[in-house]
């Protein structure tokens, strides 16, 4: 008995997703626990795993739709992945007739079957359609778009023809067929070169799907800028003492804790020291009211390729600078392996971006709404500076910090931001601080 894929629970708030892809084409066999589809929200994506050993029977939901919670989405039967065997017919006894009354019936069938081409066997034609290879549901689907299965190539194994493959050749005939003009004439009838044709650009374009998660990102960061009234404001920071600081603790650091001394650490405690003495920097608006939040759960933006996501150190207060640096790193690993969770990404009450890691010297980084404010690291970069009246070479940074000028006052935001330059400045007094 075939058993339904159904689409699982996706977490607080998710009530659908995109198929991704199948990892699984119809007829092929699967085992219980292996991955069949990739789904995607707009958060993480994640594997439906089969929850018995069968044949992926059917697929229902094509990759590109969208699905909700419990939704069907395919179903897994019984079997080896095979392909099924079309039913032989049986041959059925006929009553014997006159000699020449079967003659003359049998004639017709035997003309019939040389003007198709076919064989004969017991009296029946053996054409090879391509149905054999084909689940039920592609032969549905071909039969709807007069699709002939035995011009289609099956991808599948054994030569097994997919829905993917039959959706291809439809897409094919679909195709508008290139037309073929009468060249125009002059009023002598002479007729006129044609016009430059394209120079077959379009053949040099190609059309790829928007991942749910991008669509997502940008659908969120024009809400950002429509709805917060958005500022940006800049500083810079000498980064001479942390770079010291560093070079005389990091291997020391690492062999005593296994974790690596970055940046991110020291600006982590930096911002909760910022954070702490300017309350509404943390904050959130609900409608006619401001949320200020008494915990510090520190969103750090990480690039994937399907885009960027924010994943949240918890109770980063409570964190030791090497606690920080784990945590930071798991989760850009769990980030890039796409094996981040709801649990990861959920919440968060101030966010850090290092564009700097790109290369970036400057940059206004967008809300991650509802937060209130966003501080933006760049590149460190080696510039003249005036420090006790000379000019010398420091290691420099800008900083960024946009804000929502509803809620935070631009006095409030230079300060902030003011607080955690001289933070990096003296990295000592993190330790008080932060």
């Known amino acids: 008995m075939a ?41 993480i994506n994640f594997e439906v795993e089969a929850e018995q050993d069968g ?9 590109g739709e969208t699905v909700n919670v419990g939704e069907v989405i395919g179903t ?67 039969q709807e778009y007069e699709v002939n299965l035995s011009e289609v190539s099956g991808s599948g194994s054994g030569g097994r023809i997919t829905r993917e493959d039959v959706e291809r050749l439809i897409r094919e005939q679909s195709r508008p067929a290139e037309k073929t003009e009468e060249p125009e004439r002059d009023g002598k009838g002479a007729a006129q070169p044609a016009p430059a044709a394209e120079d077959g650009r379009a053949t040099l374009e190609e059309r790829v799907r928007v991942s749910r998660r991008r669509q997502t990102i940008a659908q969120r960061l024009v809400e950002s800028q429509q709805t917060a009234a958005m500022l940006t404001t800049f500083n810079e920071a000498d980064m001479t003492a942390i770079m ?22 020291f600006f982590t405690k930096a911002a909760i020291g910022a954070l702490k003495a300017f309350p509404k920097v943390n904050a959130e608006l609900d409608g006619s009211e401001l949320i ?47 094996k981040l969770t709801l649990d990861d990404l959920r919440g968060g009450t101030f966010t850090i971006t290092n564009g700097g890691i790109f290369g970036s010297l400057v940059s206004t980084p967008i809300l991650t709404m509802p937060q209130v404010a966003i501080l933006g690291m760049h590149k460190i970069q080696e510039r003249p500076v005036v420090v006790d009246g000379e000019i010398v070479v420091r290691p420099m940074m800008y900083l960024a910090l946009s804000y929502d000028h509803r ?7 230079v300060s902030f931001l003011v607080r955690i330059k001289e933070l990096v400045e003296d990295p000592e007094s993190l330790l008080l601080e932060g």
């Not at 603790?249 to 991110?264: H, N, P, V």
């Not at 915990?295 to 750090?300: E, L, S």
């Open 3 to 43: 058993a339904e894929i159904h689409v699982p629970e996706l977490g607080e708030s998710v009530a659908d997703a995109t198929v991704g892809k199948w990892l699984k084409q119809e007829g092929e066999t699967v085992k219980s626990g292996e991955a069949l589809v990739e789904l995607e929200t707009d958060k």
């Open 244 to 265: 010291e600081l560093r070079k005389r603790r990091k291997d020391s650091f690492q062999e005593r804790t296994g974790a690596r001394l970055g940046f991110m650490s």
């Open 292 to 338: 200020l939040k008494k915990y510090y759960d520190i969103g750090v933006a990480v690039s994937t390729d399907e885009g960027l996501v924010v994943p949240i150190i918890r109770d980063a207060d409570h964190k030791n600078f090497a606690e920080i640096e784990k945590g930071i790193a798991d989760l850009a690993t769990k980030a890039r392996e796409g």
């Open 55 to 63: 044949v992926l029977e059917s697929i229902s939901k094509p990759e």
């Open 407 to 413: 809620v935070i006052d631009g006095a409030e935001a």
């Open 76 to 142: 897994i039967g019984e079997g080896d992945g095979a392909a099924p065997e079309e039913p032989e017919e049986e041959e059925q006894p006929q009553a014997e007739q006159p000699e020449a009354e079967a003659d003359e019936e049998e004639r017709p069938q035997a003309e019939e079957a040389e003007e198709v081409g076919g064989e004969e066997s017991n009296g029946h034609r053996e054409v090879e359609d391509g149905a054999g290879r084909a689940s039920p549901s592609v032969r549905k689907l071909a």
